[in-house]
C-alpha cells in the first residue's frame, strides 16, 4: 500500500506544502493563511501546507509591464515581449476551451526572465541551446500559468531561427496520440520542478515512513526514484542539469518527430542573431 503524502492540499490546491516536522509545537502560523495535517506512517508528523496569495483570474494581473521591460536589454526586453505574446495566445486558447477565466496562484514576474536568459549558454547545436532556453524559462517559472506550453513554443520559435519553416509535430491531432509522450515529458519535468525544491523535506519524509509525494491533477513523486542527499544549493545544481536534458531529450524526440532531426546535429546561433529573427518575424 502506498504511504502518500499529498504536496498541494488535496480539499484545495491553493495550499502548497511549506514544513514539516515532528514537533507540532515547532509550527506557527501567526498571520499565514495556513493549514495544518497530522501523518501517522511509520512515524507521526505534521505538515504546514501555505497559501500561495495570489487568487483572481489572468485578466486581473497588472498588465503595466512597461518599467520593467524598460530596465532590461535590447535583447532581453525582445524575447520577453515575444514570450508575453505566446503566453497570452496560450491564455486566449485555453479560456475559449473551457469558456471559463483562467485561475491564477501567482503573479507575472517578468524580472525572472533576464536572469533566465543570462544561463543560456547560446553555444551548441539547435537542440541543446533550444533545450536550455526552454529549460531555464521554465525553471524561472515567470508565468502564472502555462510556463511549459509558452516554454516549448519559445524553443519552437529558436528552432525556427535555425530550419525556416519548422514547426512542432501536430499537438492536436484527433487521435491525441502526442498525449502519450508529450505529456509523459511535462509530468516528469513537474516532478523534478518540486523535488528540486524539497530534497531535505522529502527525505525527512522519507525517514518517517512516505514513499510518495502527491502533487495536484494526480502527479505522483516516488522518492526511492530521486537522489535526496543534496543541500538546497546542490538540488537546485543538480536538479537544473537533470531538467535541461529532458527538455533536450523532448526537443530531440519533437524534431525527429517532426522530420527535421538534421537540428539535432546543426549548429545553433546565438543569442543576437535569434533576437534579429524575432524583430524580423514581427
Not at 505574446?85 to 475559449?96: A, D, S, Y
Request: aromatic letters at 10%; one cysteine or more.
Amino acid at each position: 500500500m502506498t504511504a502518500c503524502v499529498y504536496y498541494h492540499h488535496p480539499e484545495d490546491s491553493q495550499y502548497s506544502l511549506a514544513y514539516v516536522t515532528q514537533e507540532r509545537d515547532e509550527i506557527t502560523t501567526s498571520g499565514q493563511d495556513a493549514i495544518i495535517e497530522q501523518y501517522d506512517l511509520d512515524e507521526e508528523f505534521f505538515v504546514l501546507y501555505t497559501n500561495r496569495g495570489a487568487s483572481g483570474t489572468v485578466e486581473d494581473l497588472d498588465d503595466e509591464f512597461e518599467d520593467i521591460l524598460d530596465e532590461m536589454s535590447p535583447q532581453n526586453r525582445t524575447i520577453t515581449v515575444r514570450l508575453l505574446q505566446i503566453f497570452e495566445e496560450i491564455i486566449e486558447e485555453k479560456e475559449l476551451e473551457e469558456d471559463a477565466k483562467l485561475e491564477i496562484y501567482k503573479q507575472i514576474e517578468l524580472e525572472r526572465i533576464p536572469d533566465a536568459l543570462a544561463r543560456v549558454e547560446w553555444t551548441g547545436t539547435a537542440v541543446d541551446v533550444a533545450g536550455q532556453l526552454m529549460s531555464t524559462l521554465i525553471l524561472k517559472h515567470a508565468l502564472p500559468n502555462a510556463n511549459h506550453r509558452t516554454s516549448i513554443s519559445m524553443a519552437q520559435w529558436y528552432l525556427e531561427s535555425i530550419e525556416t519553416g519548422f514547426s512542432f509535430p501536430d499537438f492536436a491531432t484527433e487521435e491525441y496520440d502526442w498525449k502519450a509522450w508529450v505529456n509523459e515529458y511535462i509530468t516528469e519535468s513537474k516532478r523534478l520542478l518540486t523535488v528540486r525544491r524539497n530534497t531535505t523535506a522529502f527525505s525527512l519524509l522519507a525517514d518517517w515512513g512516505c514513499d510518495t509525494i502527491m502533487r495536484k491533477n494526480s502527479i505522483g513523486i516516488v522518492l526511492a526514484e530521486y537522489d535526496l542527499d543534496f543541500t538546497r544549493s546542490e538540488a537546485y545544481a543538480y536538479y537544473g542539469e537533470v531538467h535541461t536534458e529532458l527538455c533536450t531529450d523532448f526537443l530531440i524526440e519533437s524534431v525527429t518527430r517532426a522530420g527535421h532531426d538534421e537540428l539535432i546535429t546543426a549548429d545553433g546561433i546565438g543569442k543576437a542573431e535569434f533576437v534579429s529573427f524575432l524583430d524580423e518575424a514581427e
